[in-house]
């Protein structure tokens, strides 16, 4: 069965310029959550999908950032425009429940 | 509040001696505690984790972990470690029974392991 995964594996980009980043879950898995690791920091909550719907999104740290999770299959992020203090790695994890969370690889992120 | 302390940053140890990564957490409630491993360019991967039943936790590749309310500590072990041990560990915290969100990740501890 595959994992989470995650593309694209790096990206870099312009301040100012657009992301997309994309998220592919285990199949499946009605969970669907968004966390980002900044400069070698903690791991951060984003946000969290309940099939196609936002149950919490709590952690996403302003509105250049949106979510979406069409048909409840595939995630994608886009940080528009980025700023500098956006460069970090992406991580998607997917779960049937909280306490088995699986991660993807991660998208790193440089904002230059 | 939540919190948790990874207290060492970069461990290094010899194959074939023990490893110790030190994990401490502050917490209202008893928490759920995990223990994650990512190794270069992989996803995180659940070691083992603690929700209130044994204090002593036994995970994957030879790795425990044991739960120590008087100490708030819950320090991950394995009595020999391999080369293929080496990779970034992290701590994680969460009151039991919540949300994504309400998870608390500490700031990892990378283990080096000298051949």
């Known amino acids: 069965e595959a994992g989470v995964t995650q593309f694209p594996s790096h990206s870099v980009i312009e301040k100012g310029q657009t992301v997309t980043l994309r998220c592919d879950p285990i199949?499946?898995?009605?969970?669907l959550y968004w966390y980002r690791r900044v400069m070698g920091k903690e791991i951060k909550f984003l946000l969290h999908f309940v099939k196609e719907s936002k149950q919490d999104e709590s952690g996403m740290p302003n509105n250049r950032f949106l979510a979406e999770r069409t048909g409840g299959t595939y995630s994608t992020l886009k940080v528009q425009p980025a700023e500098l203090e956006d460069s970090g790695v992406y991580f998607c994890a997917s779960s049937q429940s909280l306490y088995e969370q699986y991660f993807g690889p991660g998208t790193r992120l440089t904002v230059t | 509040a939540q919190s948790v302390t990874q207290l060492d940053s970069h461990v290094s140890v010899s194959e074939g001696t023990p490893v110790l990564l030190r994990c401490n957490y502050s917490s209202s409630y008893s928490p759920s505690l995990f223990w994650y491993v990512q190794h270069p360019n992989k996803g995180l991967q659940l070691l083992l984790k603690y929700t209130s039943a044994a204090t002593l936790v036994k995970g994957i590749n030879g790795f425990e972990a044991e739960f120590k309310k008087s100490e708030t500590s819950f320090h991950l072990t394995k009595p020999s470690a391999h080369m293929s041990d080496a990779a970034e560990y992290f701590c994680?915290?969460?009151?039991?029974?919540?949300?994504?969100?309400?998870?608390?990740f500490g700031s990892g501890t990378r283990l080096s392991i000298r051949p």
């Open positions: 199949s499946g898995h009605d969970n």
């Open positions: 994680v915290v969460s009151p039991p029974y919540s949300s994504a969100s309400k998870i608390i």
